[in-house]
């Protein structure tokens, strides 16, 4: 477990992604230069690739946006040959696909997070948070509030959506876990993401005798999708439905406490809570390393020749703090600030297709949270609070909470 | 103002719904976009524009 690392720096090394944070909140302070001085900048990545960041708003959504860059990014890890060629996505992995492939999958999931069906699903949502808190009231002193809180909400909830028992999560919990973190080997990533298949496939065997009212009894009944597909599909949306709202929960308390002003508000004005979630989005924006895209052939992009074949990174949290599209101090929670169409479920077809599950979620939870608990705060220094450097997606490792 | 839709591109993402419940709503069976009203009127054009600018699949026109 890693805490915060201490940079030396903060102006950014050309030729590299910047890494390293100075404040727990914001993205590496490289950032800024690099949106000042060179927004499109080639880079070689750790892994050996070479290739470009873009870190302005207006490129980012330009990159995810445009089908001539491509989802299915290889080397995305150290110890991916930086020359490895381009490997088709494994079954189901939708979020690596490109045009119709890409589609009919996405097509097959959408009707499930509609807007109105998500809404639907609030009281539901409003009922476990509830529970939650009412097992943490009965804690004695410092709880982490990762563990007894913010973890078991999306769980619970995409569990409940999936038709998956919530009692194997220990296993799965671990897999999705071992999947994000940066430092995992190849080796030790496939074998969590097979882990998660079987787990998936077994169950999904289970439903094609017994289904039951779930998304995925729905798929199997469906008959469009083939059993590995089926996996691959079940465990990505199992994956992508546990760390992220966990560490938007997590992290966006932490972030609150540490802004009382801005909480304080809050409190006084519920009517803030849709322009709050959508500002802790926009400030912290987990997905703190950026989307991969390849270019499919050659691409000019504001003057720079990217060519086919090469890596894009588009730095998500970079683009949230770009002062052409959010003015006014975009360095600055500011729960206030006017709506304005954010990065931080990404842009483009693969925009996050739970985005509406996870501010039901956030809202949920962060109302009844500091409702419960009017006088809640750290149990330890914000700065021993370890942070998930290591991850791809960040927040914390840990939130030592008392009330 | 005219809005157009391209059903096809769209990938159920609900951001116009977010942005014009009057104007937009999603199909249930697959959270395509449905368009309540093809000529909003002029009251409406902020959040309909709105929605165009958010739409991540670039599906909405907004026409004058
Ligand atoms: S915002 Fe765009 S992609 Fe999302 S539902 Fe509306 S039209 Fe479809």
């Avoid at chain 1, 959010?326 to 006017?338: E, K, M, Q, T």
């Amino acid at each position: 477990m890693t805490g915060n690392q201490p940079t030396t720096s903060t102006r950014h090394t050309p030729g590299t992604q910047p890494m390293g944070r100075t404040c727990p909140f914001s993205p590496p302070e490289g950032y800024r230069t690099l949106r000042e001085e060179d927004p499109i900048t080639p880079v070689t990545f750790p892994d050996g690739a070479k290739g470009w960041v873009v870190s302005r708003y207006a490129d980012v959504r330009t990159v995810l946006a445009d089908p001539r860059f491509g989802a299915n990014r290889r080397r995305v890890r150290p110890g991916d040959a930086p020359d490895a060629p381009l490997a088709p996505p494994p079954p189901g992995m939708f979020i690596m696909m490109d045009g119709p492939e890409h589609t009919r999958f996405r097509r097959l999931l959408t009707g499930q997070f509609t807007v109105r069906r998500m809404q639907k699903l609030a009281p539901a949502v409003e009922q476990i948070v509830a529970d939650q808190l009412e097992a943490m009231a009965g804690a004695e002193g410092p709880v982490d509030l990762l563990q007894a809180f913010a973890l078991p909400i999306p769980s619970l909830v995409i569990c409940e959506l999936l038709g998956v028992p919530y009692e194997d999560r220990a296993e799965f919990q671990e897999n999705s876990s071992m999947v994000l973190r940066l430092e995992a080997s190849r080796d030790e990533v496939m074998q969590a993401q097979s882990a998660m298949n079987e787990y998936i496939h077994q169950l999904a065997v289970a439903k094609r005798a017994h289904p039951t009212d779930d998304i995925l009894s729905g798929l199997v009944q469906s008959e469009q999708l083939t059993d590995e597909e089926l996996a691959g599909v079940g465990s990505l949306l199992l994956l992508a439905g546990h760390e992220t709202t966990a560490n938007m929960i997590a992290l966006g308390t932490m972030c609150l406490l540490e802004n009382p002003e801005q909480l304080a508000a809050l409190r006084s004005d519920p009517a803030l809570m849709d322009g709050a979630v959508e500002e802790l989005l926009r400030y912290l924006t987990i997905i703190q390393y950026g989307l991969r895209r390849v270019a499919l052939e050659d691409v000019e992009l504001d003057g720079h020749r990217i060519e086919a074949g090469a890596t894009v990174l588009a730095s998500l949290s970079s683009g949230n703090r770009d002062a052409t599209q959010f003015p006014d101090s975009p360095d600055a929670l500011d729960i206030h600030r006017p709506y304005r169409t954010h990065l931080a479920f990404g842009h483009g077809v693969h925009q996050c297709i739970g985005q509406q599950l996870a501010r039901v979620e956030m809202k949920a939870a962060l109302s009844a949270l500091f409702d419960r608990f009017p006088t809640l705060r750290l149990a330890v220094p914000a700065d021993q609070v370890p942070m998930r450097d290591d991850m791809l997606i960040y927040g914390v490792h840990e939130l030592p909470v008392t009330w | 103002m005219k809005v157009v839709i391209d059903e096809d591109k769209c990938v159920g993402a609900g951001q116009c719904v977010m942005a014009a419940a009057e104007v937009f709503d999603q199909r249930d069976e697959d959270g395509i976009v449905v368009l309540l009203d093809a000529a909003p009127p002029e009251s409406r054009r902020a959040p309909v524009e709105d929605a165009a600018v958010r739409c991540p699949a670039l599906a909405i026109e907004v026409l004058p």
